[in-house]
């Protein structure tokens, strides 16, 4: 119920099922707890998602993986809070994919960031070179900076 919801955008209700089964004691499965941060996702809601992320293992004793951080690197990014996404990306314990890098250098050609931008445009060639899409996205941020 709480994927559908997040999928049809109806944040309020996913976070209201979500507590009530908090409080009922009901365990959350995997994809339940990644549909809740792609519905925090939809709506821009940070720090919401930041809660819910790093009370994941405490109260529902789910462990991160590769795919609740890319929804963390995603909600950041959308929200154009880039630096910060380099930051969680650093961070991960995962060593991250390229697509992980990708969905940066795609926020920061949205926000128009060619500094980090092109930061991670190195990144992602060192990890994978034969990787058209890094190159659009960087010639697109090129573009929109005027160089």
Same mark, same amino acid.
């Given at each position: 119920?709480?994927?559908?919801?997040?999928?049809? +955008?109806?944040?309020?209700?996913?976070?209201?099922?979500?507590?009530?089964?908090?409080?009922? +004691?009901?365990?959350? %499965?995997?994809?339940?707890?990644?549909?809740?941060?792609?519905?925090?996702?939809?709506?821009?809601?940070?720090?919401?998602?930041?809660?819910?992320?790093?009370?994941?293992?405490?109260?529902?004793?789910?462990?991160?993986?590769?795919?609740?951080?890319?929804?963390?690197?995603?909600? /950041?990014?959308?929200? +154009?809070?880039?630096?910060?996404?380099?930051?969680?990306?650093?961070?991960?314990?995962? %060593?991250?994919?390229?697509?992980?890098?990708?969905?940066?250098?795609?926020?920061?050609?949205?926000?128009?960031?060619?500094?980090? +931008?092109?930061?991670?445009?190195?990144?992602? /060639?060192?990890?994978?070179?034969?990787?058209?899409?890094?190159?659009?996205?960087?010639?697109?941020?090129?573009?929109?900076?005027?160089?």
């Amino acid at each position: 119920m709480i994927s559908c919801y997040a999928k049809n +955008g109806f944040v309020e209700d996913v976070v209201l099922l979500l507590e009530s089964m908090k409080k009922k +004691g009901i365990k959350l %499965k995997d994809s339940t707890m990644v549909s809740v941060l792609i519905a925090c996702n939809y709506t821009s809601l940070v720090e919401r998602a930041i809660k819910y992320f790093k009370s994941m293992n405490r109260d529902y004793g789910i462990i991160p993986n590769i795919k609740y951080y890319m929804c963390i690197v995603d909600l /950041f990014g959308q929200a +154009g809070c880039l630096y910060e996404t380099h930051n969680v990306i650093k961070n991960i314990p995962i %060593k991250p994919e390229a697509s992980t890098w990708i969905a940066v250098l795609s926020a920061c050609r949205i926000h128009d960031n060619l500094e980090l +931008g092109e930061k991670v445009a190195k990144i992602i /060639f060192e990890v994978e070179p034969s990787n058209s899409v890094p190159y659009k996205l960087l010639v697109d941020l090129y573009a929109v900076s005027g160089r």
